[in-house]
């Protein structure tokens, strides 16, 4: 079925730096996308969530974009600590035909 | 808090055994779903529940069974384990299929 990629499988970042994850999603009729990060030997947890009629949401130090016309969700994280160490992947849901997908992750490096 | 427990954190069975992988929620979610988890592959489903008793096959339910006998609980049957169902397994769960999904810390299981 179609799945959702990323443009990059590892990223390092230094300590401070701000980071910047993306995500190309294939089904332009998808409604709703999180981002979940998934820190080694635990389960994803929810970080931030975005549904198709915003372009942006923040949370606390972090930031999702959704580009709907080019089909692009980026996660940004500021000022970047070692515990944002983990892997970082998004789902795209979509309401119609009840279908949800999960990109293969990103893994993300800080750099003390 | 929502939170979903999985039986094992760490398991190793032999070929051709059953074996049983539990989850338990305790937000009165109607969804649960199971996952396996590879490198390079990121989450596959191999089946979800929407309610008590009811249970539909995912991307790759091959090989595996699933029980929904309470609400709260959904169990993962492996009929007859091999070596390529050697994996990370995890179980979600969620108010609605369409919300973000609550996940398990996950169990590691390994097939010698």
């Known amino acids: 079925g179609e799945s959702v990629g990323l443009h990059l499988p590892t990223l390092s970042v230094q300590e401070g730096d701000n980071s910047i994850i993306n995500c190309a999603y294939s089904?332009?009729?998808?409604?709703?996308f999180i981002w979940y990060k998934q820190e080694s030997g635990k389960g994803p947890q929810f970080i931030i969530d975005?549904?198709?009629?915003?372009d942006k949401r923040q949370g606390q130090r972090v930031t999702v974009l959704l580009n709907k016309t080019v089909k692009h969700l980026s996660l940004q994280i500021a000022a970047t600590q070692p515990g944002d160490s983990a892997v970082y992947f998004c789902?795209?849901?979509?309401?119609?035909?009840?279908?949800?997908?999960f990109g293969t992750g990103t893994s993300l490096t800080v750099i003390p | 808090d929502v939170k979903v427990t999985q039986s094992s954190r760490y398991l190793v069975k032999r070929t051709g055994e059953k074996v049983f992988l539990e989850c338990v929620q305790d937000?009165?979610?109607?969804?649960m779903f199971w996952y396996r988890q590879d490198p390079g592959l990121g989450l596959r489903l191999i089946y979800f529940?929407?309610?008590?008793?009811?249970?539909e096959k995912g991307d790759i339910p091959e090989g595996y069974s699933v029980s929904r006998e309470k609400k709260e609980r959904f169990s993962l049957i492996l009929e007859s384990a091999s070596t390529n169902q050697t994996s990370m397994y995890l179980c979600a769960s969620s108010l609605d299929w369409s919300y973000e999904q609550y996940f398990g810390p996950g169990t590691r299981l390994t097939v010698t």
């Open positions: 937000m009165d979610h109607e969804n």
């Open positions: 789902a795209e849901i979509s309401y119609t035909g009840n279908q949800f997908y």
């Open positions: 089904n332009s009729a998808s409604d709703y």
């Open positions: 975005i549904r198709s009629n915003m």
């Open positions: 529940s929407y309610d008590v008793k009811m249970k």
